[in-house]
């Protein structure tokens, strides 16, 4: 099974340590390990072996780290430097484990109450999970099994899908966007500061990246970013525009995100 279900499924089933996983060749530089819904089926088990770490249980180690190892195999046998994880929006057992495996943490919002309750769900959440995995580290048996730090650093947030008018946000948009600002920093910085900048100066904001509509869909069809969308693809005329205009955006928040991290060019 050439996804991430695949690499885990020996632990899962008890018959084995992790596997290798099936690298999916995008470019040179970028390789995919698939996800999979399958992956449901892995949550009892992460959500077992969480309390049995403090019980210093082996087994419970290699399946909480499990995600992190498959993901460390993946980028020495692709000579990657950088890891990204794209996880769903909820606070299960599965994405504990993925983000646990996280040296830092971005967060996509969108312009609605559903990603304020996000923010004031998620950021005391993750300090839990920090403090939770470095009590459980110290308790590992296994001397030779290496195990993710935890830092789960955040790095700021996007402000996702916001239409513009005159290049700013309607008015019905900015409404939440206006609230982002003090929720990330109460909620995920615990800092309860009355001072906060608006979103457009917001250190916090990584970028706000607008709605681009139909090139959505016609990049789905395509197979490819939006930002690698060709006349022959259906962008034409104000398409192709906005096309370079996507590409300017994502190489500005990915040069960005870079910086933030510490990364390399």
């Known amino acids: 099974m050439a996804t991430i279900y695949g690499a885990v499924e020996p632990i899962k089933r008890g018959i ?16 995919l390990i698939p996800g999979d819904m399958g992956l449901s089926d892995f949550e009892d088990d992460l959500s077992q072996v969480w309390p049995k770490c403090l019980d210093r249980d082996e087994r419970a180690f290699r399946v909480i780290s499990a995600f992190w190892r498959v993901l460390q195999l993946g980028a020495a046998s692709h000579d990657a430097h950088v ?23 971005v967060m996509p919002l969108g312009p609605d109450l559903y990603s304020i ?26 001397k030779s099994l290496i195990l993710p730090s935890g830092e789960m650093n955040p790095l700021g947030y996007i402000v996702m899908q916001h239409s513009e ?22 909620y995920v910085l615990d800092d309860s500061s009355k001072r906060i900048a608006p979103v457009e100066t917001d250190k ?9 509509r139909s090139l959505m869909p016609m990049a789905q069809e395509a197979g490819k970013p ?35 991290a510490k990364i390399e060019k």
Request: glycine share 6%.
């Open 204 to 212: 916090n904001c990584l970028a706000m990246v607008k709605h681009y």
């Open 165 to 186: 008018r005159e290049k700013y946000p309607v008015k019905s948009y900015h409404k939440w966007i206006a609230r982002i600002p003090s929720a990330y920093r109460k």
């Open 226 to 260: 939006i930002f690698s969308l060709r006349p022959g693809d259906g962008a034409l005329g104000s398409h192709f525009a906005t096309v370079k205009d996507a590409y300017r955006d994502f190489k500005q928040l990915a040069l960005d995100l870079m910086s933030r």
């Open 117 to 142: 309750q996000g923010l004031r769900n998620l950021g005391p959440r993750l300090r839990t999970w920090r403090t939770e995995w470095s009590e459980r580290k110290l308790k590992n048996p296994a």
């Open 83 to 105: 890891v990204l994880m794209d996880l769903g929006p909820n606070l299960g057992a599965i994405n504990r484990a993925a983000l646990i495996s996280a040296d830092h943490v």
């Open 16 to 31: 084995g340590d992790i596997r290798d996983p099936l690298l999916e060749p995008i470019n040179e530089n970028l390789v």
